[in-house]
């Protein structure tokens, strides 16, 4: 089965700090992409940052970045400059020939 | 924003009554998929289209039908709603498949169902 694992069903961080959200899958195929979705209390859902399989190189989106380790499949976000904004809950996901698979979340506070 | 519109967004019906959601798009775009989003659950998806008429299952399928007869209308049916399909139901779009550099996914605003 293709999974996406969080095991961070909860996490804190203070204001101006850093933050990493963990996330592993698991797929069988060789061309997939990875995402990073955040969904505050609107419930809009809002993509953060997305990595394709085949680079090498960490996306980075201003104060988002992950770090992908492809043969471990890994596929953690890291935060910096945490802001009350970035309070939500943030899905991974992967998608490649078969449609988007969603972990579970990680709900992230962050502390004034 | 993309343009996608969820509708109605909130519903409470009876069980054992149908209820139709519809996700309308002016996007253009070829894909759309339907999820719902449980505590515990994340998003899990319910059914996709990849075109006009084009449809198949996802994960969570049982229970759900859906319909696309025109690029910019995905409609989700619960032909006898029961208390395990009280949700929160997201319709998203996409230009290209999974596998494509243009694979991402445009939310809608959701709809909160609640089956009684």
């Known amino acids: 089965a293709q999974t996406v694992t969080q095991s961070q069903p909860e996490m804190s961080v203070q204001e101006a700090e850093t933050v990493t959200l963990s996330c592993t899958y698991d797929t069988s195929e060789s061309d997939y992409y990875l995402f990073w979705y955040k969904q505050p209390p609107s419930r809009q859902m809002i993509l953060v940052i997305r990595?394709?399989?085949?680079?090498?190189q960490n996306a980075t989106e201003n104060r988002f970045s992950v770090n992908f380790q492809k043969a471990a499949k890994s596929f953690s976000l890291k935060i910096s400059d945490s802001q009350l904004g970035d309070a939500a809950m943030y899905f991974c996901?992967?998608?490649?020939?078969?449609?988007?698979?969603f972990g579970k979340g990680t709900r992230l506070s962050v502390i004034a | 924003d993309a343009g996608i519109t969820q509708s109605p967004r909130h519903k409470v019906t009876e069980t054992g009554t149908p209820v139709t959601l519809r996700c309308h798009q002016t996007?253009?775009?070829?894909?759309m998929y339907w999820y719902r989003q449980d505590p515990g659950h994340g998003l899990r998806l319910i059914h996709y289209s990849y075109g006009v008429k084009d449809t198949d299952k996802g994960e969570v399928s049982d229970g759900y039908s859906v319909s696309r007869s025109k690029t910019e209308d995905f409609l989700l049916t619960l032909e006898s709603a029961t208390s395990s399909q009280t949700s929160v139901y997201f319709c998203?779009?996409?230009?290209?498949?999974?596998?494509?550099?243009?694979?991402?996914?445009?939310f809608g605003p959701g709809t909160r169902l609640t089956v009684l």
């Open positions: 996901d992967r998608t490649g020939n078969t449609p988007l698979v």
């Open positions: 998203a779009i996409s230009e290209s498949p999974g596998t494509s550099r243009y694979n991402e996914q445009f």
């Open positions: 996007e253009n775009h070829r894909y």
């Open positions: 990595q394709e399989a085949y680079k090498q």
